[in-house]
C-alpha cells in the first residue's frame, strides 16, 4: 500500500515502469 501511495506521485512514464516492475516481481515470487 505504501508503494502505491509513493507510485503516484511519481510522473505517469515513471509510474507505468514501477508498476511493471512490481508486477514482474510479484509473478517471479509466486
Known amino acids: 500500500m505504501i508503494l502505491s501511495k ?3 506521485i511519481y ?3 515513471t509510474q507505468e515502469k514501477k ?6 516481481t ?3 515470487k509466486l
Request: aromatic fraction near 0%; hydrophobic fraction near 35%.
Open 19 to 24: 508498476l511493471k516492475q512490481a508486477i514482474n
Open 26 to 28: 510479484k509473478k517471479i
Open 11 to 13: 510522473p505517469t512514464e
Open 6 to 8: 509513493k507510485i503516484r
